[in-house]
């Protein structure tokens, strides 16, 4: 059966330091794969998602980057962080035109 | 993506039927209407989809108009693990990448 897995579950950054943070996917090949971000009190907003490796569509200009080095590998980064990145972030996938599957998410505070 | 437009909040007692309201007047022929839920702390969980006919499963079932302009999702008897936040989306077949847009859902609360 497919998982998905993300880690950190929490973590608190200062502001200024680099973040990363890692979704793998198994189970399944070529799936099509998403970070999310939910500000507290939010909705969730679709940040990047990636239809193969090396291949990265940004929904919205930000502070943050996406890679996915491997097949079932997506990674978000930022080299230096800001307050407003705080937030619970969510990675999903997609094998086909139905239904996604989300991570548990990391909740991230930047102080 | 066609906009989707829901209550901000709804309330049911336990073991009641809910019937939560989607209207998406704007959807086009190859959408599909999606239901997710996000439980406190938790991602979204998928709960139903659906085409033109009703559709059940063992989690809801999806009532949609003959003209597809609105949907209702139906939790047949609420439980107090059914409060969450439920989300009406719609999304087009076919896209390469089948994005996912979330609104702002319903906030289901359910009282003992």
């Known amino acids: 059966s497919q998982t998905i897995h993300q880690w950190p579950a929490t973590l608190v950054q200062p502001v200024g330091s680099p973040l990363s943070l890692e979704c793998t996917v198994e189970?399944?090949?070529?799936?099509?794969l998403y970070w999310y971000r939910q500000a507290a009190g939010r909705g969730l907003q679709l940040l990047f998602y990636?239809?193969?490796?090396?291949?990265i569509s940004s929904e919205v200009p930000q502070n943050l980057s996406a890679s996915r080095p491997q097949d079932r590998q997506f990674i978000l980064s930022s080299k230096k962080l800001l307050l407003s990145d705080s937030g619970f972030y969510l990675c999903?996938?997609?094998?086909?035109?139905?239904?996604?599957?989300f991570g548990s998410g990391t909740r991230l505070t930047v102080v | 993506d066609a906009k989707t437009t829901q209550p901000n909040s709804m309330e049911s007692n336990e073991e009641e039927p809910v019937h939560l309201p989607c209207n998406h007047s704007?959807?086009?022929?190859?959408?599909?209407i999606h239901w997710y839920r996000q439980l406190p702390s938790q991602g979204p969980e998928y709960v139903i989809h659906?085409?033109?006919s009703n559709v059940n499963n063992r989690m809801a079932s999806l009532a949609i108009a003959e003209d597809r302009k609105s949907s209702t999702l139906i939790l047949h008897r609420a439980t107090l693990r059914d409060a969450a936040v439920y989300y009406c989306?719609?999304?087009?077949?076919?896209?390469?990448?089948?994005?996912?847009?979330f609104g702002t859902g319903t906030l289901l609360a359910v009282q003992p």
């Open positions: 999903a996938w997609s094998p086909d035109s139905y239904g996604y599957t």
């Open positions: 189970g399944t090949s070529n799936p099509n």
């Open positions: 990636s239809v193969g490796i090396g291949q």
């Open positions: 704007t959807i086009s022929g190859t959408d599909y």
């Open positions: 659906g085409l033109t």
């Open positions: 989306i719609l999304r087009r077949y076919g896209g390469a990448t089948n994005k996912l847009i």
